[in-house]
């Protein structure tokens, strides 16, 4: 089956009746465009569980606090609509802005959710999840999907989209999907195309270093130098740490002594780049 693409909500919505009235399920992978191997993956996961996946590609002015990274952003619609024919997808949604902001970006209904989206990236890009909770509850009332995937590279979005779905209520299932990474490590992004070659080899580190923290506190080190010293090490290297922070992984507040399931999240600028990364681990418990 080909790839479908459209731009309209109407177009969008008379696809699903059709699907729903035919009794098939509805996977959604929503999406800012450039895609990747970690979009596909998303793809992947959504045609074994769905019998329609539907994509969509909008960049979202909303949860940019700068205007020159929206201006920037890549945008390759063929390419992009090439892979997801590639890999099964059945429809594209590509809005325009007008199409999803109608009565503009100014007047808009907002969504936030709070607490989980301050600090770590939301504290970096102020207003900037506020835009992605507004835009991914506006697709998924359009779409009115089964399910809905995601990627785990995303800690903090993936965390806000899952209790934004549970304090409104919204008929879906958020799937989480582990990180795509390449042969060296490095999370894939669509960030990375601004890497250089020498930048592109230098970025594995990261992940590296979010190992070798994981591996430091589970030996028993304590958290504030093991972080301390991970961040001096990038910095040395030719990052420049924006955040570098150990939470509870459920719901992303300071871990403390007594927490065991962790996750460690990052956010670095090499170049251009601002890369995001994240490693969720366990601490043993102790036994009498």
Known sequence: MSLLTVS??????????QAKFKGLSVGFVPTMGNLHAGHMSLVKHANKQCDVVIASIFVNPLQFNNQSDLTNYPRTLAQDQALLED????LLFAPTVDEMYPNGQESQSMVSVP???????GGSRPGHFDGVATVVSKLFNMVQADKAFFGEKDFQQLAVIRKMVADLCIAI??????TERNDQGLALSSRNGYLSANELALAPAIYSALQDAASAIQQGNDFASTLEQTQQRLNQKGFKVDYLALCREYDLKPATADDKQLVVLIAAFLGSARLIDNLPFSLNQTSD
Do not use: E, K, Q
Request: hydrophobic share 45%.
């Open 8 to 17: 309209t909500v109407a177009a969008l919505r008379d696809f699903v009746h």
């Open 115 to 121: 607490d989980i989206s301050m600090g770590l990236c």
């Open 173 to 178: 299932d958020i799937v989480g999907v582990t």
């Open 87 to 90: 890999h099964g997808c059945n």
